[in-house]
């Protein structure tokens, strides 16, 4: 496995009829949604509440939903969470520190040991993995740290990384402290894949080339999966596949991808990877996160007599086996797999709240995610191209327009000068959108809980919003 990059089906962009610019049109397609029964399963905020200094209390709630597109920021809150969190306060005032090692019968979580592992199960599907190569723990960057403390071994003469040119600032940071903790200077080995001047998108020959020309001064390869700014999906296989082959090894940050688009980690043979669950995966701001290990990478092996031969790493207790973890003997033996990279025990509020919103996702597949998320992305699109004449339009999609290059994210370029004005008006008629400064709002129809009613409502406001910035 590994050596070759097998071509991945081009996925096909859904058409609409001329009549598409109606909301009767929008709702038909909602009608006709294989997802329609999961809005349900989540809170949307109120236009009013969204604007509230006070905390609401669930009860005062009122019904005039905000069109929230930025699920690709912070996931919304699953009605399951409420009731996860309150088992586990349950649990915790009724039996105490017994959580740690105690399965209660009408509880859907575990023990709190082994509460992770039971979160890694249901999320591996998700990523492509098998539960053994996930570990559910810490935050993305401290995760990213801790993997690259493993994978990045730099030596005088192949020290670089390989990173994306607007690489996510925490992981732009991550990098350069890695270098220099190793004594090397980042402005030298920090290579950046960046798109050809005035474009966007980066091709995958370009990443390929510069691969090829870097190779023999490069320690590691870590780039997004899908890129935070412009929404583009990398060719994650055919990367990996040719990294590989130079001899390099590849690590993704999967931030943008995980619960967006159905990844492959194990096939496309990667080395490692890592995500946060906030987004696409709906645990809550800051929850829980995820990473990946190939299995090659997490092999623990116990010559006769010997210690245990492992890939180093900044090793915790958590990541010694459960069998030893409590011997407290000072003897190092890590839980093969991703779950020996762990550290520390982890937080179970945090994990709880994960594990109601895997309740919700492994209700559906990521075939379905993603089935809905082509279609609504190319609805969005659709209209967003259809209401306006090119040359005379006042923004751009710099999000690839092959539908396989991207998940449900279109981001728009403005024209200069429009953005606050614009935002201002989106959030004044009750929608939620990301901006990036200067001029880019990213908008994230989630195949789980938005409607293509909201879409088409977006699409009328937001033109009449960019008419009146002229
Ligand atoms: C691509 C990417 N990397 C890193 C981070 C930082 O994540 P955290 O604060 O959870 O470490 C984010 C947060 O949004 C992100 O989108």
């Known amino acids: 496995m590994g050596s070759i990059a097998i071509e991945a089906p081009k996925e096909t962009k859904p058409t609409f009829g001329k009549d598409a610019n109606s909301r009767e049109y929008a709702r038909s397609l909602d009608a006709k949604c294989h ?3 999961f809005r349900e399963k989540f809170i949307i905020p109120s236009k009013a509440n969204t604007k509230s200094k006070k905390v609401v209390r669930p009860e005062q709630t009122t019904d005039d939903p905000v069109i929230y597109f930025c699920g690709n920021s912070l996931g919304l809150q699953p009605k399951a ?3 996860f969190l309150d088992i586990h306060l349950n649990t915790w005032a009724s039996i105490a520190v017994n959580g740690h090692f105690r399965d209660l019968e009408d509880s859907p979580l575990t023990q709190w040991q082994l509460l992770a592992e039971h979160a890694s199960k249901q999320q591996a599907p998700l990523v492509g993995a098998s539960p053994s190569e996930v570990a559910t723990m810490g935050t993305l960057t401290g995760n990213l740290h801790l993997l ?6 730099p030596t005088a003469t192949k020290n670089k990384v390989i990173l994306d040119w607007k690489a996510f600032p925490s992981d732009h940071y991550a990098i350069e402290s890695q270098i220099r903790m190793w004594g090397y200077d980042p402005k030298e080995c920090m290579v950046m894949i960046g798109p050809k001047e005035g474009e966007y998108e980066v091709s995958t020959e370009s990443i390929l080339t510069l691969i090829d020309e870097h190779a023999s001064t490069t320690a590691l390869v870590m780039l997004p999966g899908i890129q935070y700014y412009t929404g583009q999906y990398f060719d994650i296989q055919k990367i990996t596949v040719h990294a590989q082959s130079k001899g390099l090894l590849i690590g993704w940050d999967c931030a943008h991808a995980a619960g967006n688009v159905p990844l492959q980690l194990h096939d496309w043979n990667v080395d490692f990877a890592a995500w946060c669950t906030y987004k696409y995966m709906n645990s809550g701001p800051g929850g829980i996160a995820g990473l990946f290990v190939h299995e090659r990478h997490g092999k623990v092996e116990y010559p006769e007599n010997g210690s245990a031969v492992f890939r180093p790493r900044l090793s915790g207790w958590y990541g010694g086996d459960q069998v030893g973890r409590f011997n407290m003997d000072n003897n190092f033996r890590p839980s093969p797999g991703a779950s020996g990279y ?5 937080s179970v509020v945090d994990l709880t709240s994960f594990c109601a919103s895997l309740s919700v996702f492994n209700q559906s597949s990521m075939a379905d995610v993603r089935k809905k998320a082509l279609s609504i992305t190319a609805y ?7 209401t306006s004449t090119e040359g005379e339009r006042a923004f751009k999609i710099i999000t690839p327009s092959d539908p396989s290059a991207r998940g449900t994210q279109l981001s728009v370029l403005l024209k200069p000068g429009r953005l606050e004005t614009l935002s201002n008006m989106l959030e004044e008629a009750g929608i939620i959108a990301d901006k990036r400064k200067p001029d880019v709002i990213r908008v994230a129809p989630v195949p789980m809980y938005n409607t293509y009613e909201e879409v088409w409502e977006f699409v009328q406001i937001f033109n ?6 002229e």
Not at 148 to 153: L, P, R
Not at 342 to 346: A, D, G, I, K, L
Not at 380 to 386: D, G, I, K, N, P
């Open 35 to 37: 997802m329609r029964s």
């Open 81 to 83: 969470t409420r009731e």
């Open 148 to 153: 690259m403390g493993s994978f990045y071994k």
């Open 342 to 346: 762990q550290v520390s025990n982890p």
């Open 380 to 386: 969005l699109e659709h209209l967003l191209l259809s």
């Open 464 to 469: 009449e919003a960019l008419k009146r910035c």
